[in-house]
T-cell receptor
Framework: QKEVEQNSGPLSVPEGAIASLNCTYS??????FFWYRQYSGKSPELIMS????GDKEDGRFTAQLNKASQYVSLLIRDSQPSDSATYLC????????????FGTGTRLTIIP | DAGVIQSPRHEVTEMGQEVTLRCKPI?????LFWYRQTMMRGLELLIY????????DSGMPEDRFSAKMPNASFSTLKIQPSEPRDSAVYFC???????????FGEGSRLTVL
């Protein structure tokens, strides 16, 4: 079982709709969770972080965390063509363990 | 402010040759990470440093790989001898305190023929 799992996609969403990206992780002691966006040929960039159960909103982005289910999601509202990218879920371990483990990413395409 | 700077951006070499990748982290960041990205395996952590000291090198594939951080502003990843399966994009990233908020360089694309 992979430590961090994502559906590789591709996920196609019409412009203006909500894109929903999902991620599960295997290590129950994981404390911190992140979503990175990577455009084709570019490096990953951080877009959201979440540390406690529930929802965290930042503009059009909402991260959701459920530690009991070991599940993290990212919602993108009012999807724009510029949101087309690969979204990487990343998980950090217990306190003192600075290792950040990435999923293989979900490729998202917003259809105009 | 300058971001993480990596060099070279592209490297094409022949099997058996030595490859050295270089990284300058963001000033003031105390963590430095080397990742490798391939289509098949995604982003894999090779090694990370805290205050120039290697903390976890469990991701380094084998003895052909080595990494150093002689000071706070410079790190190298060396592959000797290189093999075709080492072909990948190698990213350097740095962070301050919280290791989850990484700032990545533009990457070094390595092709080993």
């Amino acid at each position: 079982q992979k430590e961090v799992e994502q559906n590789s996609g591709p996920l196609s969403v019409p412009e203006g709709a909500i894109a929903s990206l999902n991620c599960t992780y295997s290590d129950r002691v994981s404390q911190s969770f992140f979503w990175y966006r990577q455009y084709s040929g570019k490096s990953p960039e951080l877009i959201m972080s979440i540390y406690s159960n529930g929802d965290k909103e930042d503009g059009r982005f909402t991260a959701q965390l459920n530690k009991a289910s070991q599940y993290v999601s990212l919602l993108i509202r009012d999807s724009q063509p510029s949101d087309s990218a690969t979204y990487l879920c990343a998980v950090k371990g217990d306190f003192g363990n600075e290792k950040l483990t990435f999923g293989t990413g979900t490729r998202l395409t917003i259809i105009p | 402010d300058a971001g993480v700077i990596q060099s070279p951006r592209h490297e094409v070499t022949e099997m058996g040759q030595e490859v050295t990748l270089r990284c300058k982290p963001i000033s003031g960041h105390d963590y430095l990470f080397w990742y490798r990205q391939t289509m098949m395996r995604g982003l894999e952590l090779l090694i990370y440093f805290n205050n120039n000291v290697p903390i976890d090198d469990s991701g380094m594939p084998e003895d052909r790989f080595s990494a150093k951080m002689p000071n706070a502003s410079f790190s190298t990843l060396k592959i000797q001898p290189s093999e075709p399966r080492d072909s990948a994009v190698y990213f350097c990233a740095s962070s301050h305190r919280s290791a989850g908020e990484l700032f990545f360089g533009e990457g070094s694309r390595l092709t080993v023929l």
